[in-house]
């Protein structure tokens, strides 16, 4: 039912051989310490081989604009130099510190830096600036009684064709999905270089979820088999929201949390068609493929919420991790 690839070496062959333009890495949630190496492990092999790539974020560019200038030394900071724990963000001049605000993300962003000096890595944000669930907010800027401005003044100063693009799409007030698709293209056009999509699954995925189109499912449109999308499943350990450490596929009744519900399959074939002790497993997926992951963590157990439940068929690549450890807070 599944292709079994070796390694995470031969996926990257694999990708090489097939003149792939642009990789989504997907993951069911940003708060696993695993997930943030599987990114990792792959952008370094990437970026080995390809010597320039764009890495494009879900995250606003004004946010992102910071992180790029970091790790192409155009500002100062240090991991384990500059910051102590404290009860402040580190980052949080560089990005959003709901998301980011781990040692994992130190690390990964140390070591962007640390490639930087033998290759090319330039970041982009790539979200919406305003979410489309702030309907309130949507419709005073509509009707031009709030300024886009007001919540990232430093864009104002920005006189690039990608912030002025941003701000004209934004505008819009599109899917989102759509938007950072779009906004992806915008910058390869422009770069020509080859390009890495960081995203939760729901996000990367290659087809529809419930009646909305993914950001894959529109990279697909645009750059067909082209464009290859990776996701990632796990069926023990924890993660970390909220600064809280959550048992995966545990229900938690609590509100705002992960509930994780072992209704997939994959979790169950894996057990039965693979002993022994292991870090990963690396999948190219089939049209025969019948088996389900979690696309983000926020998943729920009645009907309304299955849209969160994805055939791993609709990506190319599943990367399967046996067991996760729950991002390391910096904030204490």
Same mark, same amino acid.
């Given at each position: ?22 990789v !989504? ?23 080995e ?14 946010? %992102? ?25 580190? &980052? ?7 998301? /980011?605000?781990?040692?994992?993300f ?16 330039n970041?982009? !944000? ?14 005073? &800027? ?7 401005y007001e ?13 002025? +693009?941003i ?24 770069s020509k ?20 189109k993914? %950001? ?6 645009? +750059? ?12 023990? !350990?924890?993660?970390?929201?909220g600064?809280?450490r959550?048992?995966?596929?545990? &229900?938690?009744?609590?509100?705002? %949390? ?5 209704? !997939?399959s994959?979790?169950? /074939?894996?057990?039965?068609? +693979? ?31 299955? /849209? ?8 190319? /690549? ?15």
């Amino acid at each position: 039912m599944l292709d079994k690839i070796k390694n995470l070496d031969n996926l990257i062959e694999k990708i090489i051989k097939n003149g792939i333009e642009l990789v !989504g890495i997907g993951e069911f949630s940003h708060g696993t310490h695993e997930c943030w190496k599987v990114k990792m492990d792959l952008i370094e092999r990437l970026v080995e081989a390809k010597g320039e790539i764009d890495i494009f974020f879900e995250d606003t560019y004004p946010r %992102t604009k910071n992180l790029d200038e970091l790790i192409n030394n155009k500002q100062k900071f240090q991991v384990g130099k500059d910051y102590k724990f404290r009860d402040e963000y580190p &980052l949080k001049k560089y990005t959003s510190n709901r998301v /980011y605000d781990c040692v994992e993300f130190l690390i990964f962003m140390d070591k962007l830096r640390n490639l930087n000096k033998n290759y090319k890595i330039n970041i982009y !944000g790539v979200d919406v600036l305003i979410q489309w669930s702030e309907e309130d907010l949507k419709q005073e &800027l509509l009707h031009k009684k709030k300024s886009i401005y007001e919540f990232y003044p430093e864009i104002k100063k920005d006189k690039s064709k990608l912030a002025k +693009y941003i701000i004209k799409n934004q505008e819009k007030f599109s899917n989102g999905n759509k938007f950072m698709a779009d906004t992806i293209k915008f910058i390869k056009n422009g770069s020509k270089r080859f390009g890495i999509f960081l995203g939760h699954n729901e996000h990367v995925v290659n087809e529809k979820i419930r009646n909305f189109k993914t %950001t894959g499912y529109y990279l697909n449109e645009y +750059y067909g088999d082209k464009y290859v999308s990776i996701g990632t499943a796990s069926n023990g !350990g924890e993660i970390r929201y909220g600064g809280e450490r959550i048992p995966i596929f545990k &229900l938690y009744e609590k509100p705002q %949390t992960f509930p994780f519900i072992d209704r !997939g399959s994959m979790a169950r /074939y894996i057990k039965v068609n +693979y002993k022994g002790k292991k870090d990963q497993l690396v999948f190219k997926t089939t049209d025969e493929t019948d088996l389900t992951i979690f696309s983000v963590g926020w998943a729920k157990v009645d009907d309304e919420d299955k /849209y969160y439940i994805k055939n791993i068929k609709d990506f190319d /690549y599943v990367i399967y991790l046996f067991k996760t450890i729950a991002v390391h807070n910096i904030i204490i």
